[in-house]
């Protein structure tokens, strides 16, 4: 059974709204659509203190899209993860305050709710806890959250708005929870694939049938790492696209020689629309990263066993690009509640 998760505000929250769309009115009360677990999703799973309201959801989106949060106020959580690219973004790597260049390709934040751990290495267990990372991070925010509290003391909305939202100051409990928050509603599994499994429509083409199938056949192994709703195991593996690495990957956080250059496997949903891939953004094309598998990868000595040669003809590599395209969601990308 579907869950909504309702987003409705009245006229007298007006004053605290200011950040979000210029088009909502504010002179009569507001309804927004509400945000739905899709079908074959499960329930979302909010830590203590941190349930679902729609003052922390509001006080979260406006927090997200505010550059405040950059030591120069130049960037904000947006400025990487950007709506239109399904909360991810459309360069090898994105650049951080004063142009400092990012060092990582930027993953989608697309139905993180569900995630066991974040950043590619998996370091950080929570939403609530990887908040503080681009805060901190030299090469994106490079502020302290705790400054970013005293340059938002005197803002009389967001104030306002912490106390509906927590009954308490803006603090620090306040901005990671509340971004957090607003995080896990970002959830998409509307796309034709979903309807296509779920019986609500029948318009897979010849093509994205024929890919489905490759997918998930022993021949490609696909699903062996990209499985579940949400296409990703959340392993940690080398899926050789270089020979020789300038990222340890997980070997930063472990220090462990057998967890050199491993990374987290991403999920697939929205892949037509988060180019380029890979964890520095090195691939160009979904039709690049299907060359890479079918060639096999570098040869790296780190790299997995299920990364070897397929013998897959051209034709074939085009079902499994037109099947990969039917992982996207038009309707999580073209979502207003979503949007500034």
């Given at each position: ?6 987003v ?21 009360i507001l ?35 505010d ?6 106020s ?29 060092t990582?390709?930027v993953?989608s934040l697309?139905n ?6 974040f ?9 609530e ?9 030299h ?10 509290v ?8 967001y104030q ?63 699903n ?8 990703t ?22 220090g ?27 691939i ?13 990868g570098?040869k ?16 074939e ?24």
């Amino acid at each position: 059974m579907l869950r909504l998760i309702h987003v409705l505000f009245l006229l007298g929250m007006a004053g605290f709204i200011s950040c979000l769309k210029e088009e909502i009115p504010l002179n009569r009360i507001l309804e927004m659509e509400a945000i739905t677990i899709p079908a074959g999703f499960p329930a979302i799973s909010h830590p203590p203190g941190n349930d679902f309201t729609k003052e922390r959801w509001l006080l979260g989106k406006s927090l997200f899209f505010d550059p405040a949060l950059s030591v120069d106020s130049t960037i904000s959580c947006a400025s990487c993860h950007k709506p239109a690219q399904a909360f991810a973004a459309n360069t090898p790597t994105s650049p951080g305050v004063k142009g400092r260049p990012g060092t990582r390709n930027v993953p989608s934040l697309a139905n993180v709710a569900y995630y066991p751990y974040f950043l590619k290495e998996g370091g950080v267990p929570t939403l609530e806890m990887q908040v503080l990372v681009p805060v901190a991070e030299h090469n994106e925010f490079d502020f302290n959250l705790s400054k970013i509290v005293e340059r938002l003391s005197s803002h009389q909305q967001y104030q306002a708005m912490a106390q509906a939202a927590y009954g308490r100051p803006l603090d620090a409990f306040v901005v990671t929870r509340s971004i957090s928050l607003f995080e896990r509603s970002l959830l998409s599994g509307e796309s034709k694939y979903d309807a296509f499994i779920h019986g609500k429509s029948r318009v897979f083409n010849e093509l994205e049938t024929e890919g489905m199938a490759l997918f998930f056949n022993p021949k490609t192994n696909c699903n062996s790492c990209h499985g579940g709703f949400l296409f990703t195991n959340f392993a940690f593996a080398n899926n050789g696209i270089h020979a020789v690495y300038d990222d340890e990957g997980r070997f930063r956080l472990t220090g462990r020689q057998d967890d050199l250059h491993l990374f987290k496997t991403p999920s697939l949903r929205n892949v037509g629309l988060t180019a380029p891939y890979m964890h520095d953004g090195s691939i160009a094309t979904l039709e690049d990263v299907i060359s890479h598998y079918n060639a096999g990868g570098k040869k790296h000595w780190q790299q997995s066993t299920l990364v070897r040669p397929l013998g897959l003809t051209y034709h074939e590599q085009k079902a499994l690009v037109a099947f990969l395209r039917t992982l996207d969601d038009a309707v999580f990308l073209s979502n207003p509640l979503f949007h500034k």
